[in-house]
């Protein structure tokens, strides 16, 4: 089945560092979201983008859907302890099985204080 | 809200043993999702129902596995008999009509059951 390539898949950064992990495809999306996992939790959204080229923020995290419609990005400013854990992309294709996403491998966020 | 709420939270149970996994979606929605994750192949889709009435099960691994959803506030994931590679965490998600980032294509995720076949 298709495929999101997730990178890094891990990350180790020291407090108040900026963060910046991606999601490709050789595919096109008409959606992009990036959900964060807490350990022993489920995922839980973080941003939906719907639009090629759509630039969307929440709080300290910023996310685009690639021009391309292949790729979408996400970037957490001056990292905190509480941002620990696994972030997944998820992708909706065209004409794809209506809400079906498909899913990165996650990419694990280490914060040292 | 009280969110998806799944059931149990971990089980550990015996190889060949039958083992069903329960699940609430939030009220109102009308998707619902059954995943799994492990290390090894992250989070795979098994099942989804859409109006109580499965719409793709093609990622049920094999006979052993059957998803029902008899009404709009109840879904089941048994495996039987269980087996040792069965091991892993199995999420429920629901999805409310709409657009917006928690309803369309936002799915709310439960905290999963995290299952362990010995």
């Known amino acids: 089945g298709q495929q999101l390539n997730q990178s890094p898949q891990s990350m180790f950064i020291q407090e108040g560092e900026d963060v910046s992990m991606n999601c490709t495809s050789s595919?096109?999306?008409?959606?992009w979201l990036w959900y964060k996992q807490d350990p022993g939790e489920g995922p839980v959204l973080l941003i939906a983008?719907?639009?090629?080229?759509e630039l969307t923020s929440n709080g300290r995290l910023t996310a685009q859907f690639g021009i391309t419609r292949k790729d979408s990005f996400l970037n957490i400013s001056a990292s905190i302890p509480s941002d620990v854990g696994i972030y997944f992309c998820?992708?909706?294709?065209?004409?794809?099985?209506?809400?079906?996403?498909?899913f990165g491998k996650g990419t694990k966020l280490s914060v040292k204080p | 809200d009280a969110g998806v709420i799944q059931s149990p939270r971990h089980e550990v149970t015996e190889m060949g043993q039958e083992v069903t996994l329960r699940c609430k979606p939030i009220s109102g929605h009308n998707s619902l999702f059954w995943y799994r994750q492990t290390m090894m192949r992250g989070l795979e889709l098994l099942i989804y129902?859409?109006?109580?009435?499965?719409?793709?099960d093609s990622g049920m691994p094999e006979d052993r596995f059957s998803a029902k959803m008899p009404n709009a506030s109840f879904s089941t994931l048994k495996i039987q008999p269980s087996e040792p590679r069965d091991s892993a965490v199995y999420f429920c998600?629901?999805?409310?009509?709409?657009?917006?980032?928690?309803?369309?294509?936002?799915?709310?995720f439960g905290s999963g059951t995290r299952l362990t076949v010995v």
């Open positions: 983008l719907y639009k090629a080229g």
């Open positions: 129902f859409n109006n109580n009435v499965p719409i793709d």
């Open positions: 998820a992708g909706q294709q065209p004409g794809g099985s209506q809400g079906n996403l498909i």
């Open positions: 595919s096109i999306f008409n959606t």
């Open positions: 998600a629901s999805r409310g009509r709409g657009r917006g980032p928690n309803t369309l294509y936002g799915y709310t």
